[in-house]
């Protein structure tokens, strides 16, 4: 999303009170293990004048580490419990991106979900990524339906190729499912 729409997007739903400024604070960061820190930092230059500075929290490794793979099984299911352990990458995503950000206050884990499937959406070439993060939505009581409304209120932005990429992945793990 360019920084102008970003910005005028945080604006309008501020000023409407559909996001308090902690949840906006919350997307953000949310978006940082996604788009990764350029993009992120592009962001940032749009929003910090409406945020402000964001208060970050302090862990250590070992905390964060097991509160992340918490918040994996939590959202994934069991067979997250020790996904850690399996390799480096399994570790820093647990210890990193669900340590550092999922765990946050402000945004409930459902609530973190559906930002990390709208923005796995908008990146478009994340195929087995945006299906595991469909499929944890739904473990978290999010619709295969309010999934595709997510998906189609973003079309603007997100372009139609990736909303149809999006919808068919949609429609690939509901099926799986049974939904």
């Known amino acids: 999303m360019g ?17 308090t400024l902690t949840e906006a604070q919350e997307i953000f960061f949310q978006a940082i293990p996604y788009l990764g820190l350029g993009k ?5 230059e749009a929003v910090k004048p409406i945020l402000g500075t964001i208060p970050q929290e302090k862990e250590s490794p070992a905390e ?4 992340g793979n918490q918040a994996q099984v939590a959202i994934f299911g069991p067979a997250m419990a020790d996904f850690y352990t399996k390799s480096d990458v399994n570790r820093y995503l ?3 991106c669900f340590g550092d950000y999922y765990t946050r206050p ?20 994340v195929a087995p ?4 993060h469909i ?23 997100i372009g139609y190729p990736h909303a ?6 949609i429609k690939e793990v509901a099926e799986k499912e049974g939904k």
Do not use: C, W
């Open 94 to 96: 647990a210890e990193d």
């Open 64 to 67: 964060r580490l097991r509160e």
């Open 135 to 157: 499929q944890a939505n739904l473990n978290l009581g999010h619709s295969p339906e309010y999934l595709r409304k997510v998906v189609l209120i973003g079309i603007p932005t």
């Open 164 to 169: 149809l990429n999006a919808l068919a992945a």
């Open 40 to 44: 992120a930092e592009e962001m940032e």
């Open 129 to 132: 990524q945006l299906k595991a």
């Open 106 to 125: 402000g945004l409930s884990l459902a609530r973190r979900e559906l930002v990390t499937f709208a923005l796995l959406a908008e990146l478009g070439d």
């Open 3 to 19: 920084k102008s729409l970003t910005k005028r997007t945080l604006e309008s739903s501020l000023k409407s009170h559909t996001l």
